[in-house]
């Protein structure tokens, strides 16, 4: 299960910073949520993977970990609320620019500049 689990993560991680090195901002925004996801993620594993067990009844020998879990809830929440943040800034930079690039500015298309010289 931990193989499967850290593959997800892994996976989910490579997608979110593939997607933060496009030049949009709506793209940015979906790998940031993508990336603290998998951080999520990786936060609820590192505090034991149980299946089955009961909770923390008793001294129970095979439980998991509360803390991670409380962790994870907290930064769900604080997700929730960056990327509202994040995609009213997107929203608004379009509106003043007129396009969605990081920079502000349309990329220069090689093709079109060669075609000119």
């Known amino acids: 299960m931990e193989v499967v689990y850290s593959v997800c993560v892994g996976f989910m991680t490579a997608c979110g910073i593939f997607l933060m ?56 929440v604080i997700g929730f609320a960056m990327t509202a943040f994040a995609v009213i800034l997107a929203m608004r930079g379009r509106a003043d620019l007129g396009n969605d690039h990081v920079d502000g500015e349309e990329p220069i298309d090689r093709l079109a500049r060669e075609d000119k010289a």
């Open 21 to 76: 090195l496009r030049g949009h901002t709506f793209t940015l925004v979906i790998g940031l949520t993508l990336l603290s996801y998998a951080v999520n993620l990786f936060l609820f594993a590192s505090g034991g993977l149980t299946i089955g067990a009961p909770a923390v009844l008793n001294g129970g020998d095979n439980y998991a970990d509360p803390l991670p879990q409380a962790l994870v809830l907290t930064a769900i």
